[in-house]
């Protein structure tokens, strides 16, 4: 079985190429974020503060965070602290940051989570189907509902829902965490977005793979025409679909922050907007750390899950999306 | 008889991920003044990336390059600037060949421009029409954008664009491939019309070997990155010495319903990524004389008024 | 080059048959690349309507003060909370406000925004790309790894952090979402620049002895254009949706400026008694995005109808 | 089917084929009045310049043309029956694949890039032939074996994108073949192999002829590879059938202006460049496509009656049809 053995070292190779490629990126990350964090124009302590605090309150948070020393050396304290488990402590809350993630975090996860799903299944569908019969009154009015959702801003779509389903209807509550009941909503927010994205994408990529020849060869030796579609089109199309959803997965972080505001939604991305709105840096700095990770994880997860779909690995893939 | 341009061994390795791909590998070979040298071989023998490295846009690894008697390996930039108006090339590909953003005019000023060759705008429309119209093309045409002519027209704007710096030397790479017959005659007449017109010695790269023979004097062979057999193109194609270009000839099918191909040449072209030891062709060479072709790299050496690298004929 | 200076070139020396045979196909009119992308935008029934909607929107902020009938930033306490009326056609806010003539500056800042964060991100991103496209090598791969890493973070998240950091405003939201896009405009750029290259027309160029300059000039941006010009296009919905968020969560324009995401922020707490405040801005800040989104679309499918676009 | 044909009666039959594309520059008048008969165990080539509708032709017989074509008139009859009366789950069931198989110019870009070379082929055994998992594997290999490819064991188990050009085509027709075909239309298979490639694989097509009495339509642009394995030959010009005839007809006395210019532009015939003949002018643009006999522009024998009427296909020999007003003058 020799070709196995030759695939599964390509793979191999492949993957441990991709991580060590994605190291530097989280460094280079990690410091964009520190120097972000360090761009305020005030004094970060006064700022995190506030305008009444005494001179003593001001040195002891400078001595605390380390505010004195020279920013190289506070980063590498901070990093050295991230890989110890010791992320600082948020001003507002008075916790450690890491512990506030963790409790806050799984649920954040479950809204992306659930909101991924949903717009896969919705949007590889609806893709598929508007490929199948173009130009058609379904095609076309698909296309135009894709564009409204990738139009209206997320924000607004959440009140909505918020004052005609919660307020109006009243079959979900209002705001904070009864149960998955509350995850409804905010999910939906998320999910009708991406679907809309990704039925696009589906769409226009199958009706680029039938025009392909090897379409034409599966024809031509007689198979059934949902064959030829799922079978060789469907499969070929996927490919930069996948590519793209990976590509999104930092963008559903965004999504989360902004619905979860709208909706009061106790996960991560709420906290982040008060803490931003609070200054509170250690917690901002500590979640966006969090997200860059995770989207670095998701990428890897897409590259590594591309050479499962696509047996030509070593073509480097050009990213779309 | 001098040579316009002239190479010794020359050598172009590229690192693929496979291993280093010897496409073109240790030639000599020269062009005579006047002369059009056909150069024909199956895909990855080697025979574009040789036309291109003379040419000095790709830089070779090894070997030297000769260009009316001056060495020219080394020199770039301004230097080899001066070398771009005397030589030029056309593509096979008419389409991608020409910027879509461009009309025809602009073709054609900016190598005028950039070698100045004119000295009013008078002069220049002269000069443009008057390569136009050599290629059957006219004043009209001017105006026009690439993707509004046809692919004929367009391989005549490009052999226009070449023309118009009134070049020594021209390397046709596969010119007509990438048309119809009809259109390639016209196109293979325009050009035999213009090397009298311009005084200019082509070398003509191509995998269609009928039509190598109707325009070449001269004729070389290549296989894997190596010149096989050099000589004047009649000599070869009536008694085609080298087992390859025998074998090759054979199975190149004739447009005479009676004539037809017998033992094809067996076998597959192998890549050109570390090609096997010893003479290339010995793995598919039905008059293999024994252990010394699987060892030895033949050279290329004279026999008689041809040039032939393979053992049998020392 | 006008026609008639050709005119007095014509000579008839070569092959006239032939030659005329080959004329009558060619069409009346010369039609450049352009006029050809304008006759494939124009089959599109959306791009169009897109295209007049984006017309509209720039009358009315150019025109703002005349178009709003009251002056937006004019509080009036009796007259708060109005239903729509003749008097005040879109009702009034929680502080009295005429609503459509906010609406009506809303869109000048709306579309302020939107341009200021392409041309920021546009600016960063087509100079990264044509570097890293151009020039390949270590400075292509340092580029990739930038683009990698502003990748890992969502836009939002991204922009939260530098507004954050440097404090709410319309200004800081410019910075903070044009530093988070522009790797849209840089990986297109290269992208295409990488396409360009193995064109044999560039070939043909360094042939006939084109300099790098020229190369760039004449070769790589004239036909990198088109793109930037859909990416762009296709960019302003993203800006516009990015500022209005930041501004909806707080950080963004602050009061009383009559920024769209605010006015909706701000009608989240009337939404039982008077609904109209956050309908109509987060209306307008739909329509105008969607309206983006068709020209881009039109734009891509005329522009470069091979690729389709990324 | 109904029919049983044997060697040398006609087992395709297409008859006075109009069609036309509807794009949006106007309608391409495609195809005017194509007829056009392939006998078993014949290699029938159908040769023409870009654009002359051959490869539409051939479409046209398997239904699987774009959606923008519109059949106005013709027959196509396979084995007795009228393939254009056929419903598309009908064509599908009877026709494609296990009567009629077609081969692609690109092998590269006719393989499904993301299943092995095997699994494409074993797809059509489990169609056609048994669908039991071993049986098929081993009926794979005799495929392969059959189009002469070193090695299937290996083949079978590579992706496309690791087999070379021949290879691939080689693996197409086993793909075809394995579909238990008796007509293969091969559109342009040799163009992109190169010249020793082309001569084995020309051998493996005539072998497939002799031995199991497969009839092929043989589309190129290629005059020697015609000469090289037809016995019979229709030439198409913008869209006509401009002559059909035995190969030596078409090649010693070409009877149609188009077939003379075309036979005397190829390299090959005239040993050297200046001898080449040219046909002036260029192929015409469908869209408003000359009146009459479409060649009528580039014609040296073209009168007025050229212009106004179409010549018909007129029988002038056993196999000889030419479509030409005055074919007789044409030397």
Known sequence: MKIREYIESKRARFIVTRIVKSIPVFFLASII???????????????????????????????????????????????????????????????????????????????????????????????????????????????????????????????????????????????????????VLPMMVIGLRLQAIIARLTRSQMLDVLTKDYIKSAKTKGLKRKAVIIKHGLRNALIPVVTVIALRVPWLFGGAVITETVFAYPGMGSMLVRGVLSRDFPLVQGIVLVICISAIIANLIADVSYTYIDPRIDIDSQRKG | MSNIVETKNLKNFFQSKKGTVKAVNDVTLNVVKGETLGVVGESGCGKTTLGRTILKLIEPTDGKIFFDGEDITDHSGKKMREFRKKMNIVFQDPVSALNPQMTVYDHLDRPLEIHNMVSSEDEKLTKMVDILNTMGLKAEHLIRYPHELSGGQKQRVCIARALCLEPDFLVLDEPTSALDVSVQSKILKLLDRAKEKFDVSYMFISHNINLVRAISDRLGVMYLGRLVEVGDSDEIFENPQHPYTKALFKSVPQPDPDEKVEAPLSGQVPSPVEPPEGCNFAPRCKQKIGEICEKHDPELKESGERKIACHLYY | MEKKSIGKYIDEDTDQQEIDAELEDLKEKETSQLALAWMRFKRSKLALIGGLIVLVLVITAIFAPFIAPYDPLETNPQRRLEDPSSEHLLGTDNLGRDIFSRLVYGTRIALMIGVLIVAVSGGIGITLGVLAGVFGGWIDEAI??????????????????????????????????????????????????????????????????????????????????????????????????????????????????????????????????????????????????????????????????????? | MVEKVNKGEPILKINDIILDFSTEEGTVKALDDVSLTVKKGEIHGLIGETGCGKSVTSLTTLGLLDDNAIIRGGEVFYRGEDLLEMSEKELRKNVRGNEISMIFQNPSTSLNPVYTAGEQVKESIVLYQSDDDDESQRLVLDELDRVKLPDPEEVYKKYPHELSGGMMQRVMIAMMLACNSNLLIADEPTTALDVSIQAQFLKVLEELKEKEELSILYITHDMAVISEICDKVTVMYGGQIAETAEVHDIFNNPRHPYTNGLIHSVPGVKKDVKEFETIPGTVPRLINPPSGCRFHPRCEYAQEICKEERPPLERIGKEHLVACHFWEEVE
């Open chain 1, 33 to 183: 974020i520190f120097l972000i964090m360090h761009l305020s124009p005030g004094d970060p302590a006064e700022i995190m503060l506030g305008a009444g605090a005494t001179e003593e309150a001001i040195e002891s948070i400078q001595q605390r965070l380390g505010l004195d020393q020279p920013l190289y050396r506070q980063y590498l304290n901070y990093m050295s602290g991230v890989f110890q488990g010791d992320w600082g402590v948020s001003i507002r809350y008075n916790q450690p940051v890491l512990e506030l993630i963790r409790t806050r975090m799984p649920l954040t996860l479950l809204l992306m989570g659930s909101g991924l799903i949903i717009s896969v299944i919705m949007g590889i569908t609806m893709g598929v189907l508007g490929a199948l019969n173009p130009n058609s009154i379904f095609d076309y009015s698909s296309t135009v509902m894709a564009l409204f959702w990738r139009s209206i801003p997320s924000f607004w779509l959440g009140i909505l829902f918020l004052y005609v389903f919660a307020l109006e209807f009243g079959w979900f509550p209002i705001g904070g965490w009864q149960g998955p009941i509350s995850l």
């Open chain 3, 144 to 310: 990739m790894r930038l683009v990698d890493t502003f990748l890992a973070f969502p836009t939002v998240v991204m922009a939260l952090a530098i507004a954050g950091a440097l404090g709410p405003g319309l200004y800081n939201v410019i910075i903070a979402v044009g530093l988070v896009v522009w790797t849209r405009f840089a990986r297109v750029t290269r992208g295409d620049i990488l396409s360009i290259k193995t064109e044999t027309y560039i070939e043909a160029a360094e042939a006939i002895g084109e300099s790098k300059i020229s190369l760039i000039t004449k070769y790589y941006i004239p036909n990198v254009l088109p793109s930037i010009v859909v990416v762009a296009t296709i960019m302003m919905p993203t800006a516009l949706l990015a500022s209005a968020a930041l501004t909806f969560l707080g950080i963004g324009a602050q009061a009383p400026d009559p920024s769209w995401g605010y006015m909706v922020s701000s009608g989240r707490d009337y939404l039982t008694i008077a609904p109209w405040m956050a309908t109509f801005g987060g209306a307008s800040i739909t329509v105008t995005v969607l309206a983006f989104n068709f020209v881009g679309d039109g734009l891509r499918d005329a522009l470069d109808p091979v690729r389709g676009g990324s």
